[in-house]
């Protein structure tokens, strides 16, 4: 199937993107791997049809920032973080902070349906990512305004500690006060992590080195040594080939440290930490998708309403110019 599935993506010419977070069988074949911010640049300029095998955000992304390219997905699988920022529940959180006089731009984490980028857009807000999350809400403070950051209420509670600034969840006591106010959202994988998990790592190897993704809670990540983005928590693996570690994130993508870089690699969680969205894509679904393009039947392509694109374009571009 392998081969059948590389003959068919050079025959259309079609450039295949996938996720860390993607099962081996897809990753190892991809021409574009990265987190979320390399991989929305590395698709940018495409002059071609992609395939992205991740989240349907992704996808969505992809086709606002690539619009004249068709952009498909063997599977529409949608992240559980984005699906909690429903449309009503943030607009009704818009309404209260302009009801309480709050003066204050958007932040929104790309783990977000393109409905609530281009809300944020329409506010001259911007999209973060993890690993940009900090010059985004940096570029926000220097406004002297307040951000309300969503749908990820551990990131933004994670980056207002780096950054040394108040977050607090919406509707929490006070929370008019703080610097970043968050959406009640948060990743259903990453919660799995709990910092009774680190303590017991710790207990059994002292020097061990506890490394996590910022969409762990800030209880876990208070505990860590290293806190990062895939990319950069790739980039720390690489640097400490000989440390033991434990690793806070998705399984696909600690698993395949451990095998290729270091053993000494420990998944954090007591439970799997798979990310079931990421994990429906299979070399499977890929080559029917591939099938059905080369018989002229093409599914899963990404439309997105010209307006919504427009608004969501506003947005994620603003994150393109800061991060340049
Ligand atoms: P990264 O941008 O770090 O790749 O994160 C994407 C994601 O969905 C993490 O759960
Ligand atoms: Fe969404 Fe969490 Fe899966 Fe990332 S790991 S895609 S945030 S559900």
Redesign the pocket.
Known sequence: MINSIKKLLKKHNITLAAHY?EKDEIFNIADLTGDSLELAKKTMNLKTPLIFC??SFMGESAKILNPNIPVYMPKLAS????RMAEEQKVKNDIKLLQKEKIDFIPVCYV?SSANIKAIVGELNGSICTSSSADKIIKWAINQNKKIYFLP?KNLGRNMAKILNLKASIIKEDNWQKSDIICFDGH????QLFMPEHIDFYKERFPDIKIVVHP?CSPEVCEKADFIGSTSQILNYVKEHPNETMAIGT?FNFVNRMKRDINPNIYVLSSTKPE????NETTLKELYDLLIAIDKRKPYNEIKVDKKIAKNSLLALNKMMEITK
Do not use: K
């Open positions: 977070y991740g989240v992240c559980s973080m984005a783990n990820d990743c259903s994988v990453h969409e998705e990310c079931p969205s990421m």
